[in-house]
Structure formats: structure tokens, C-alpha cells
């Protein structure tokens, strides 16, 4: 019923090309986040699903049907805005109720409807309030509110939780995966906040630049980024990045040189990597303290306690920032030296053009179709 | 929020009282001459010219605003000309200016920026200067002794000014809630009826009361030289009236003069009712 198709979309602003080329299909009832750094062209490219911007090139296809020239009202999706976009002078119910006024609903099944949307968002005891009488999270209902009376195919939402403080947008966010649970809609979310993105999406989609980076179940961008920019990009901290020269290809894996030690990851081996300069990639959560396959000794510079975790940050000789996410009871203080190992299993491994070599053993632990659906 | 006065607000007393002093100033010097011609209005006419002059009226009664009616048999009509002349150019400029406003805030197109320029500068001139293009114009177009000779050019004169104040307040009407209602299927008519007219109200009501104003003010210069019909004489010719062959009714004068602006203060102190302020608080954020 929701079914979206993007080929080769691209947008200009004259000589600026905001996005190059994205291709993507979803899914009836899909659940995807576009995410990415700031004007990495997300919020763009949901205003171009949407109509209120036009493709410079590429065809958008609702449903089968090619919607380029179609108004947003007539491509059968909803949008909520991030900055909510209630109309101030209307109660609550006509905000609702504005989308079913502008068809000419009949009045009693206007109120019908917005009733029941009222009575799903929690909303039923405020309609007679104006928008400004409401706190954040309510304006962030009545806005989605507007959206769902409309039964669209497609909802998009841009960034809809980002004026939300921490705890308000944590409430929500379950939320809006249970409205969709009980909707079955398809939508498009766009956030620049990777926790929502994994706790929300069945599909992410990271775009950088203005291209697809990479599009996977949150598990996959997790355990399988394809490149340097979706490793470091998913995941909290930044996974650590430490220089490796390749010595050697085996069925076993490529084995590397890293900080004076060779050692065995177990990746995909390429013949044409030796020689090559790598970049190994570990995750600061796949860091203990004491001896591993690698370890090294750094000296903690900022120490984070947050209860459950300590994280410990520290520069390297390089100048690229080491950090190490430790239980919470680690023994670890500032300016004292620590050694910090992980193991080659967890380790990522990048060539020269920042494309990741296919990890081959963790996928035997980690059933991503199991997490994914308990997750869901 | 307690009663004290926030750090910011707090004065020493001496820079109150020199701020109040300021105020007192400024309020005397704007004040004084409506104090005056007040004062005037209740003094007998004999005592005006009284030496030494007394500024506080002897014997003082409102006997001018009773006799002022008969002295200028015409002055209801005079201001009842005024109030029009003033309210159809205030209705003409607003129902050009608002769609004009909103075009000029949230449409890009060729010229906008000269336009908008080009209103500012028209602004620079007043009608006086161009009071002899504008009566030929009058005359060609045969309005000459009117009232639309009177209403024309202070309509013109009027929409630069309007425009600018309305457009400033429209631009700052959140975009996205134009997006939001064309994702929701309403035309550009519709949301411009539904949406921003409602919101743009305390805007619209402060070009409207400067309008007004404006309009009330200004038609003096163009009463006098495009109209000479008794009966289409606005408050201020129509205050001539008093200006004898041999004498000035001064009293009566300054009694008409108060009068006569009772009723467009009557028609602001309305107005300013619906200068609400804040009424997008809740849309974005």
C-alpha cells in the first residue's frame, strides 16, 4: 500500500548539488530513518518525497505510479515538521481536523475522526486548547495528530523530536515505534540522532554528502559498516581508528602490522591489499583493560563516569583521539597510564579508499535477523 | 517570578529620577499645546486677549462647545467628511496592501527588491511636492471637487508605508505552516484565508491604525487643493469656517478642533483592541 521507489534522485541549487544520485526502495510498512551529519541532504531529499521541493533529475514512484508533478495532498503522505508547524490561532481539534476541512469532510465525521486520532495520541482531554496552552510533547502529537487523520500511504517526519528535552524525547520515541507497530504505515523518519535512528528504524539509511553510504538493518550498520563513514558515524563514541599496514592474505583472514604486532582479522582478504597502508577500526565498547590480542598502554586524559559505563578518553601519538568505553567500576584515573586491549574479532578493517573489508567471523555469533525482529 | 525587580531592571534613585525627569520633559513639550488649546476652548472669547495673559481660565465654561455648532453650521458634516474620507482610504489601502504584503514576504520574483526600494523612496516625497502633477491628474480624470480626489492620492501616498509595515510582520509568520497546510491539500487561497489572515490580524490592525491616521492627517493638503466644494470639506478646511472677515473664534475653534478628533480616537482606541500581541506563541518550537 505504501510502496516508495526512488531512482537516481538528484537536486541542485544551481551549481550546488545537494544530492547525487540516491536509489532506494521501501517497502510497504517499512519503518526507515534517513540519517546523517548536518546537510548531508536528509532533510532534502524528505522535502523532495514529499513535493515541497522539486528533483532536479531521477523519478519518484509511489505505489507504481510516477508522483514527480503530483502535489503533496495528491502522492498520498503526511508530513510533520520539525518545528511542529501547529496552527496558533486553531484549537487543537482544527488542527486535527484542518487536513478533513481542506477535503470538506462532513462534520460529523470530522469530529469522528479526530476524535478517535484524539483518543490514540492521548489528546482527547486538550482539544478545546490552543497549540500555545500545550507543553513540547503535545504540540509533537497534535502534529502527528494532523498526520495520521488523514490515513496517508506514506508519513514523513524531519526531525520531529529534536526540540524535545532527553527524557520527553525518550517517551516518544516509543511512542512513535508503537504508532507504527499499531498503523502498519509505511515512514520515512529523518533525525540526525543515530539513537533514534537504531531504536527505531527496520531500515537505516545513512546518507554523506548527498549519496547513500550505506542502507542496512541498524545491527548491520552496527556489526558491518561498509565504510570508514558509517563506522564512525553509527555507534557512540566514534569508533577508534588506528593505522595498520598489511604484511600478508590468508584464508584465515589479512594480517596486519598494528601498533608493532602482527595479528590475524579475520576479514574477507583481498589479494591486492599487501603492502597496502589499512586503517583498523575498534569500537571503544570492544576495549578491556589488560592484555588481548592488541593492547596498548594510553594515558587517560578525560575520564567520563556515567554509573554504568566509565568512558576514558586519551590522545594517541597521532593525535587521534583514543577512547575506551569500560565498566563502571574501572580502575582508571587521569594522567595515570593504562593498558587497553581488545581482540581481532572485533576489529574492523578499512583499504586505502576507506571501503571496509567484509568481517567474516562475528557473523556465526551474531544472527542479525533474530535481533532484528526481537528489536522491532 | 517573585515581586523583586529583575538585576537588569534595578535603578539607582537618581538614575529614576532623571529618567523620569527625561519623560516629564519630552511629555510637556508634546502635551502643552493640547493642555493650551483645551484651556483655550473653555475661556469666554472677551478674556483671550486679556493683559496679562491667565493661563488658568477665570470664570471658565463650556459654553464654546455648545456654540460652536451654530457659529459653523456645517462642522458635523466637516467631520463626518474627515471620518470618511479617512475610512474608505484606510478600507482601499488594506484590501490592496495585504495581498500585496504577502506577495512581497513569501514570493520570489523579478524586481521585488527595486520594488520594494522604490516604495521606500516614493515615501521620501510628500504629496505637497507633487501637488501640481497631481492636479492635472484630478483634472483628467475629472474628480476634481470629490471626495475620490481626496481618497486617490491619499491612497497612494498610503500603500508604500503599509506595505512595508505589513510585509516586515508577514515575513516573520513561520513558513512552515504554509508547507504544512500545502502537504494537507490547501491551495495558496485557502491557507492565505485560513491560515495567515488570522495570524497576520495584530499586523494588519497596526497598518490599519496608521493608515488611518496617516490618512486623517494628510487630506488636509489635498482637501485644499483639489476640492472646493463646501460640502465635501473635511475637519481641518472645515475649521477655516471659524476664521471670521473681522475675527477668530478662538475658543470655538480650539472646541471644534477636539471634537473633531474625538471620533478618530474613538475608532484607534478600538482598534487597538485587537493588537494582540504573541498570537503566534505555539506554532513552531
Given at each position: ?59 519518484i514512484v ?24 501547529l ?9 486535527i ?40 510533547g ?95 558515524f ?33 576479514v ?9 597502508k ?47 568505553l ?18 581481532t574479532?572485533?576489529?574492523h ?15 556465526t ?12 | ?13 537618581y538614575?529614576?529620577?532623571?529618567i ?15 493642555v493650551e ?62 495581498p ?13 527588491g527595486?520594488?520594494?526600494a ?9 504629496g ?118 473681522q ?39
Open positions: 500500500m505504501g510502496q516508495l521507489y526512488l531512482n537516481k534522485v538528484t537536486k541542485s541549487f544551481g551549481d550546488l548539488d545537494v544530492i547525487k544520485g540516491v536509489t532506494l526502495d521501501i517497502q510497504d510498512g517499512e519503518f526507515v530513518v534517513f540519517v546523517g551529519p548536518s546537510g548531508c541532504g536528509k532533510s532534502t531529499l524528505l522535502r523532495i518525497i514529499a513535493g515541497l521541493d522539486d528533483a532536479t533529475r531521477g523519478d509511489i505505489e507504481g505510479l510516477k508522483v514527480n508533478d503530483l502535489a503533496p495532498v495528491n502522492r498520498g503522505i503526511a508530513m510533520v515538521f520539525q518545528s511542529y508547524a496552527y496558533p490561532h486553531m484549537s487543537v481539534f482544527e488542527n481536523a484542518f487536513p478533513l476541512r481542506v477535503e470538506k469532510m462532513p462534520e460529523a465525521q470530522i469530529k469522528q475522526k479526530v476524535e478517535d486520532v484524539a483518543q490514540v495520541l492521548q489528546l482527547d482531554q486538550r482539544l478545546q486548547q490552543k497549540p500555545g496552552m500545550l507543553s513540547g503535545q504540540r509533537q502529537r497534535v502534529a502527528i495528530g494532523r498526520a495520521i487523520v488523514r490515513e496517508p500511504k506514506i508519513f514523513l517526519f524531519d526531525e520531529p523530536l529534536s526540540n524535545l528535552d532527553a527524557a520527553l524525547r525518550a517517551d516518544m520515541r516509543i511512542e512513535l515505534t508503537k504508532l507504527h507497530h499499531d498503523l502498519a504505515a509505511t515512514m520515512i523518519y529523518v533525525t540526525h540522532d543515530q539513537v533514534e535512528a537504531m531504536t527505531m528504524a527496520d531500515r537505516i539509511v545513512v546518507l554523506n554528502g548527498g549519496y547513500i553510504a550505506q542502507t542496512g538493518k541498524p545491527l548491520e550498520l552496527y556489526h558491518k559498516p561498509q565504510n570508514m563513514f558509517v563506522a564512525g553509527i555507534g557512540n563514541p566514534k569508533m577508534n581508528f588506528l593505522p595498520a599496514t598489511c604484511t600478508a592474505v590468508s584464508d584465515d583472514g589479512v594480517t596486519v602490522n598494528c601498533l608493532d604486532r602482527e595479528v590475524i582479522v579475520p574477507k582478504p583481498r589479494e591486492d591489499l599487501v603492502g597496502q589499512l586503517t583498523l577500526g575498534i569500537r571503544p565498547e570492544h576495549t578491556f583493560i589488560g592484555e588481548g590480542d592488541l593492547d596498548f598502554r594510553i594515558t587517560p586524559t578525560v575520564v567520563e563516569r556515567l554509573g554504568v559505563n566509565t568512558i576514558v578518553y586519551s590522545s594517541t601519538n597521532e593525535e587521534n583521539r583514543f577512547s575506551a569500560l565498566p563502571g567500576a574501572a580502575p582508571v584515573v587521569v594522567d595515570e597510564p593504562v593498558s587497553i586491549a581488545f581482540n574479532v572485533d576489529c578493517l578499512f583499504d586505502e579508499n576507506e571501503i571496509a573489508l567484509e568481517r567474516s567471523t562475528a557473523l555469533e551474531i544472527d542479525i535477523e533474530k535481533l532484528a525482529v526481537q528489536s522491532a | 517570578m517573585s515581586n523583586q525587580t529583575a538585576m537588569i531592571n534595578r535603578y539607582k534613585w538614575e529614576t529620577l532623571a523620569y525627569a527625561g519623560i516629564a520633559l519630552f511629555l510637556i513639550f508634546i502635551l502643552c499645546p493640547f488649546g483645551f484651556l483655550v476652548s473653555l475661556k469666554p472669547l472677551s478674556r483671550l486677549f486679556s493683559s496679562p495673559y491667565r493661563f488658568w481660565p477665570e470664570n471658565g465654561s463650556f459654553d464654546a462647545y455648545v456654540t460652536m455648532w451654530d457659529s459653523v453650521p456645517g462642522f458635523a458634516r466637516y467631520v463626518f467628511n474627515s471620518l470618511f474620507i479617512s475610512t474608505v482610504a484606510t478600507a482601499i489601502v488594506l484590501v490592496l496592501v495585504v500585496a504584503a504577502y506577495a512581497f514576504a513569501r514570493f520570489e520574483f523579478m524586481g521585488r527595486p520594488l520594494l522604490a516604495f521606500l523612496a516614493v515615501n521620501m516625497f510628500s505637497a511636492v507633487l501637488l501640481i502633477p497631481l492636479f492635472r491628474l484630478m483634472r483628467s480624470l475629472g474628480v476634481l471637487n470629490t471626495y475620490a480626489s481626496m481618497i486617490i492620492p491619499g491612497v497612494a501616498f498610503l500603500i508604500p508605508t503599509a506595505i512595508w509595515l505589513l510585509r516586515t510582520y508577514m515575513v516573520r509568520i513561520p513558513k512552515e505552516l504554509e508547507e504544512a497546510a500545502y502537504v494537507d491539500g490547501a491551495g495558496r487561497f485557502y491557507t492565505f484565508r485560513r491560515v495567515i489572515l488570522p495570524l497576520a490580524m495584530p499586523g494588519i490592525t497596526v497598518v490599519a491604525i496608521t493608515t488611518f491616521i496617516g490618512a486623517y492627517a494628510q487630506q488636509f493638503i489635498f482637501a485644499l487643493t483639489f476640492n472646493s466644494k463646501t460640502e465635501y470639506m473635511p475637519l481641518p478646511i472645515g475649521l477655516f469656517s471659524y476664521f471670521g472677515r475675527e477668530v473664534i478662538w475658543n470655538e475653534l480650539m472646541a471644534a478642533s477636539f471634537v473633531g478628533i474625538a471620533p478618530a480616537m474613538i475608532v484607534i482606541f478600538f482598534l487597538q483592541r485587537y493588537l494582540v500581541s504573541g498570537l503566534t506563541a505555539g506554532a513552531v518550537k
